[in-house]
């Protein structure tokens, strides 16, 4: 994710965490996002709760009835309260408004400048920022096609998250990738040479599912890889490397007719 991408989601998260989205979705248009001024609580004169009351000067309190007394008491209560919270949000609000002016680049101080509300500041960050649909999808492929083939060393938590991640994007942007279970048979063809006991189950489950009819119904390529990658840790839990999770390919081999000396080619590129 860009760096301007994640100014777009901490904005999100902050508004978010603060009860304040609402009045900032960028992705609302302007007659569906709220707009915190109409919510203001409305003032209302001691003089409405006495009955047939139609003088100007403000009457006391000691002039309205026992019940209409309690009556304005509770009122101004409520009304103290939403009030008070009224204020408090709009303060927030004015405070999200500083803090994206903040944490945005220079270069973009002058674009947002007459934009009073953080939600037309967000709208306009948007269209700086953010890249068109197809230029995203592009991106997203080209990090694909990269991830997906199984790294000869390195951090193997680190691949599976990053893994996850790009999975979850290509499936927010409806990429075609992600669609069925094309994701799904991808990850699985890759670890063919690495764990063909596990590939092979879940292989025969896809030609379950689609002899069914039941492609849609078959987990998603963001729960499989999930799935897998807590397998594993489970499996060698005191490794932590691509070199050990290259290995478990010899899961399961009978060493009773495995030829003494017998060594195996690891995707690390030695013999073990």
Known sequence: MSIEEQLIVKATDSADCNSLWLY????LTKAEVKKIDTEEPRA?????FKKDYTGNAEIKVDKLSDKKISTFQLWRQIHTERKAEFVKKKNALAAFNSEISKTIAHRHILAIANNESPYAQLRTLKKLLYPSSTDRQYKLL???????????????????????????????AKMPEVQGTRAQQTFIRELQGIDPAWVA???????????????DDYTSPVELVERYQKFVSKLKPIHTTLGTFATLALVGVDKQHTPDG?????????LH
């Open 24 to 27: 900032c979705d960028s992705d």
């Open 262 to 270: 017998q060594k195996y080619s690891c995707l690390c590129g030695k």
């Open 44 to 48: 209302r004169s001691i003089n409405s």
């Open 201 to 215: 189950n879940k292989q025969q489950r896809l030609i379950n599912h689609d002899i069914d009819g039941k492609e």
């Open 142 to 172: 080209e990090k694909y096609k990269k991830i997906k083939k199984v790294p000869r060393r390195g951090d193997r938590n680190l691949w599976f998250e990053e893994y996850i991640q790009i999975l979850r994007e290509m499936v927010a």
